[in-house]
DNA sequence: TCTCAACTTGAGGGGGATCTCAACTTATGG
DNA sequence: CCATAAGTTGAGATCCCCCTCAAGTTGAGA
């Protein structure tokens, strides 16, 4: 690859996330191009379509992710590292509009380690009796995508509020609080099909 | 009026409450008019913004949404009062991807009579001691903007599982469960302000 | 320095949605 | 039945975004 080329692709990658960041992933792609100081063509020379660019400039949040897990795992109490790894998750779409339209879409099934990652987290709050037992993975799919509807909602006008939600939520979570569910916990497939609807 | 201005009229509401309840509210206007076998010209002619088309075809929740509250506040039980509205409101949301939209930037907080009834509803299962006495009825936004995202997110694959979150927030919300809340709760304008922001 | 493959450019075609308006049609009261 | 105000129509202007490609430019090896 030419320098310039190479030195093009940077700045649409610097432009994209900031952009991304900002105002989330449907920005259009002219106005990253144009604040990337190249033209639209170049744009679509690097990065033949949306997915390519968005993969690219989000592809670190995943080893993100999996230090996330691995300091989640090294918590002495198993609940407190569960809720570590949840709280670090939600900051990080919180500080990056671009990634909470992400985030709902993929939370982590993807990434084959970070995956079996946060079921260990999982698996070890909930044999520590702190996570109610009557819940799966699956279901931490709800708390993303609440926290990250709060998040839309509110990042310009209350920016901490989401923590508050987040900790509802966790506070339902916790085995004290379990009361009787009225819905099988969905299904792989289901989840990965609800993902994919994000 | 004309007669068949009126005719008219009837054949958009009811086309357009079919395409909102199955798509969501952003469905395209020509398609509306085509659906109710008018020209867009005509859909233009009664209902001048999608604004106007939107708020006649919802109309009716308002009022659905207090006997809702009125209902709940005639339980004998505060907190199952309470539970039965969210419910409600929920349920309201998961048969209709149209209102789910709305609900998220509304909230019963607009409707003056439902916005007095939802204090009621509130207060008195905190009152009751059920509901833990550390959250605000801004807080309800949460739940809302929650299991709204759910239901956006699951309602083709998955179609009770917006029952399983409620169930979870809801737990969240017992008294048993209050755990230390990191953030002040939203102000009423912030609330506004994030709702208008859906 | 020369050459050529690699790269950049931006006008323009295409699609899809919103909204308008001049020409046409029809309900209704007299 | 007529006059006319009320209503309908749909082509097309406008906007916004996506994506392509022929023409021009430039980096880098010979």
Redesign the interface.
Known sequence: MRKDAVHNRERLLRAARELFADRGLDVPLEEIARSAGVSIGTLYNRFPTRDALVEAVFADRVAAVAELAEQALAADNAWEGFVAFLTGVCELQATDLGYNDLA?RTAGLDADRGYSLMQEIFGRAQRAGDLRAD?TLA?M??VV??????I???C???P??W???L????????A????????????TA??R???Q??
């Open positions: 709902a819940v279901d799919a709800f995508w609440g926290v990250a509807a709060t839309r909602a509110t310009k006008t209350a901490g509020a923590r508050r939600h900790a509802l939520s966790l506070d339902g979570l916790r004290i609080a379990a009361g009787p569910l009225p819905a099988p916990p969905m299904s289901q989840t099909a609800a993902m609807k994000c």
